[in-house]
């Protein structure tokens, strides 16, 4: 079974930028995707941002696009998430996961990180 901890989460200024890491570790990742979720208080999870098994491929949501970047290192078994241009409404708890789809993340999911908080303050 699959263990992620994610990590780089904080608080930042509006305009700022982190990167979040996600570091898997019981089974190499490289034959899945691999994505971000993130979860606001009182709301469900939504999707940020996944990739496919081999990197060729990345998906965002419309709210992040453009700010935000995906990436992986499947040596390392680590998917990254570099976010800039932060909002306010980024504010938010970050999941990273794992799945057998990377465009249908939920339905193929393998497995969930415990999440990273975010804070971007205005």
């Known amino acids: 079974q699959v263990q992620l901890v994610e990590s780089g989460g904080g608080l930042v200024q509006a305009g700022g930028s982190l990167r979040l890491s996600c570091a898997a570790s019981g089974r190499a990742v490289s034959s899945y995707a691999m994505g971000w979720f993130r979860q606001y208080p009182g709301k469900e999870r939504e999707f940020v941002s996944s990739?496919?098994?081999?990197?060729?491929?990345?998906f965002y949501a419309n709210s992040v696009k453009g700010r935000f970047t995906i990436s992986r290192d499947n040596a390392k078994n680590t998917v990254y998430l570099q976010m800039s241009s932060l909002k306010p409404e980024d504010t938010a708890v970050y999941f990273c996961?794992?799945?057998?789809?990377?465009?249908?993340?939920?339905?193929?999911?393998?497995?969930w990180g415990q999440g990273t908080l975010v804070t971007v303050s205005s």
């Open positions: 996961a794992v799945a057998r789809i990377a465009t249908m993340m939920v339905p193929s999911l393998e497995a």
């Open positions: 990739i496919t098994a081999s990197g060729n491929s990345t």
